[in-house]
């Protein structure tokens, strides 16, 4: 079994910032590329921002400047660290990770979300 499971989440006024973390455990043999997800109120799941195993980033253009994905490849973890934030980054943020496990089957899982809300 994998486990993915987020952290950091909160309240915060705009032009603040938060920190998401981001952890995967379990029956872990490698992860390879790892993402952070929004999803705002009647809003589709999008991608905010993507970071490979060998640390290559990718941005959406609405973050882009504001936002930094890290990965910590000891630990099996990545963060967000999210600056700037306005209203329209409220959302839930899941993670999503790409893990083969010690059997060398590869699956996608995700974490059940941490809520992000910025309101003065």
């Known amino acids: 079994q994998v486990y993915v499971v987020e952290s950091g989440g909160g309240l915060v006024q705009p032009g603040g910032s938060l920190r998401l973390s981001c952890a995967a455990s379990?029956?872990?043999?490698?992860?390879?590329?790892m993402e952070w997800y929004r999803q705002g109120p009647a809003q589709e799941r999008a991608l905010v921002a993507h970071i490979t195993d060998s640390h290559r980033t990718t941005y959406a253009e609405s973050v882009l400047g504001r936002f930094t994905i890290s990965r910590d490849d000891a630990q099996n973890t990545i963060s967000l660290q999210m600056n700037s934030l306005q209203p329209e980054d409220t959302a839930v943020y899941h993670c999503?990770?790409?893990?083969?496990?010690?059997?060398?089957?590869?699956?996608?899982?995700w974490g059940q979300g941490t809520q992000v809300t910025v309101s003065s």
């Open positions: 999503h990770a790409y893990v083969v496990d010690r059997e060398s089957v590869l699956n996608d899982h």
């Open positions: 379990g029956n872990i043999l490698h992860v390879y590329d």
